[in-house]
């Protein structure tokens, strides 16, 4: 858990202010919030020490003419993404003064740039601000500034090099498989950040934890993304918040879609769901697969028990190079987090906990048994020569 060194009215007093800024309309820069101190050093800003802590918002409010540049004008060679709040492009920008460089000098960034025909807007760009402006953690992606401008909601990120855990797993012509010792890395690395956020003081509430929201990095520790949806969790002793039904099919909790009635464990149940497609290579929801197995959940939950059974759903990209011992305690936690009634659910701590236990597990392969077969006697001729006989001497 990260030690909070923010004032309690800190997080009241963020959200008024982006509220107080975003409600008024926007025409230059000049008129942009200045709640949040400037970020003078990228660099710095992205390899400073992350122990898990609330910070004092430090971001960047970026003219909506720098990452035009820094995009080449969002041109669609650029884009890096998409999802319900927008399109990602990549952007180039200086380290030191945040200004719009050319391609390849400085740093690269992600930028997200909201749609105009997207269901998401001002709510979900305030929530990424709010939470991701002032959590500070290994495991979170770093949030380096934000724009409102011409009615267009931008946030910049920290580029991640290897894309999303979604492009690794599904895609035909991505990158290589990931590796057993790989996809355990990444899954730990989400358990902390998800740990991190509901063992806060004020918990949060993911909501929408999925695959394609875990970014890895160059050395594959992976990072949680987009907090649109985040919600603060629920105080005063109760056990859940009452909210409108958002997040994605396949993932979201079925406690939740069918009542609003959110849990910290809520989160739990997506984090079994992405532990399943971890362990199989297969998608929560494909409805080009046959109708019994569009939902991954309902097609291989039956054979996360037995040991026959695992082994014919586990990825085959993965070549069998894996402990099976090790998968089948991923498998028992994958079914305690996917438990119905989400006062069953392991907490996050334990699950890192069990993941971490997995880790230990080395695989050990299988070492063929030379065959002892007595080998064919060279017959001898009188000239010298010597021919292998074919089978055994009567």
Request: hydrophobic letters at 35%; charged letters at 25%; glycine letters at 8%.
């Amino acid at each position: 858990m990260g030690n909070c060194l923010a004032k309690q009215g800190d997080d009241d007093q963020v959200k008024k202010k982006i509220t107080a800024a975003t409600n008024k309309p926007r025409t230059s820069p000049a008129t942009a919030p200045v709640e949040c101190s400037i970020i003078h050093d990228a660099t710095a800003a992205l390899e400073a020490p992350c122990t898990g802590k609330i910070v004092k918002p430090n971001l960047k409010m970026f003219p909506l003419d720098d990452l035009k540049t820094a995009t080449r004008n969002f041109k669609p060679d650029t884009i890096l993404g998409e999802g319900g709040f927008g399109r990602v492009f990549k952007g180039w920008i200086d380290p030191k003064t945040f200004k719009p460089s050319r391609v390849g000098v400085g740093i690269p960034v992600a930028v997200k740039k909201s749609s105009s025909d997207s269901l998401q807007g001002l709510e979900e760009w305030q929530s990424e601000v709010k939470f991701l402006g002032k959590f500070s953690h290994p495991n979170l992606v770093k949030l380096l500034g934000y724009c409102w401008e011409e009615s267009c909601f931008l946030l910049v990120y920290e580029y991640m090099q290897k894309g999303s855990l979604e492009s690794h797993l599904f895609r035909k012509e991505g990158p290589e498989p990931l590796s057993w010792d790989i996809r355990l890395k990444i899954a730990i690395g989400a358990a902390r950040g998800l740990a991190f956020l509901h063992n806060l003081e004020k918990s949060v509430i993911y909501r929408d934890f999925k695959s394609s929201n875990i970014l890895p990095d160059r050395d594959f520790n992976a990072k949680l993304s987009d907090f649109g949806l985040a919600k603060l969790g629920p105080i005063n002793g109760r056990s859940h918040i009452t909210t409108r039904v958002m997040g994605t099919y396949g993932y979201a909790a079925p406690e939740y879609m069918a009542t609003g009635h959110l849990y910290v464990k809520s989160d739990v149940y997506g984090f079994g769901v992405v532990l399943l497609e971890i362990l199989t290579g297969l998608i929560a929801l494909d409805k080009n697969r046959p109708t019994y197995g569009q939902n991954l959940v309902g097609y291989a939950m039956p054979s996360l028990s037995d040991k026959k059974s695992l082994k014919k759903i586990m990825d085959p990209k993965m070549d069998q190079q894996y402990s099976i011992k090790a998968a089948l305690l991923i498998a028992q936690l994958i079914l305690t987090c996917l438990e119905s009634d989400p006062k069953n659910r392991p907490s996050m701590e334990d699950v890192l906990s069990t993941l971490e236990k997995a880790q230990s597990i080395k695989h050990k392969p299988k070492v063929k048994k030379a065959l002892n077969k007595e080998q064919p006697k060279p017959i001898h001729y009188s000239n010298g020569y010597s021919k292998s006989r074919t089978h055994s001497p009567q």
